[in-house]
């Protein structure tokens, strides 16, 4: 990991058991720094919460069931200096984090955009 700020990466989800099982293999493959983390926001009622896979949170979003919904409740409780959003259906490569401060922004910077997905 290079130096760069603290990341929050934030993925919405309302799928299946097995559809959850599979991002969650997605997300541990993500290269992360010390102080990075990772939630997954369940738009489903909290008892159909697996457990978490390391590193990964899974947290409940239930109310309104909807993508800007779930990433606001994470949100609400990430740490990191960034957040980062990615979508459920997308398989980011493992260095994304890396590459999305590499270089690092401008001073003023409030929003990176960028590819660094497989599909």
Do not use: C, Y
Not at 33 to 51: C, K, S, T
Not at 92 to 117: I, M, N, Q, R
């Amino acid at each position: 990991m290079s130096d760069r700020p603290s990341i929050s990466v934030i993925v919405p989800f309302a799928g299946s058991r097995k559809q959850l099982a599979s991002l969650l293999s997605v997300l541990a493959a993500l290269e992360l720094g010390d102080q990075d983390e990772i939630f997954v926001a369940l738009n489903r009622a909290p008892a159909e919460i697996e457990a978490s896979a390391a590193r990964v949170q899974v947290i409940p979003a239930p109310g309104l069931r909807s993508p800007g919904f779930a990433r606001n409740q994470a949100g609400a409780i990430a740490r990191g200096d960034w957040l980062v959003f990615i979508d459920a259906d997308t398989q980011p490569e493992p260095a994304l984090l890396d590459h999305l401060f590499s270089p690092a922004p401008a001073a003023g910077t409030a929003v990176l955009a960028g590819a660094g997905l497989n599909r």
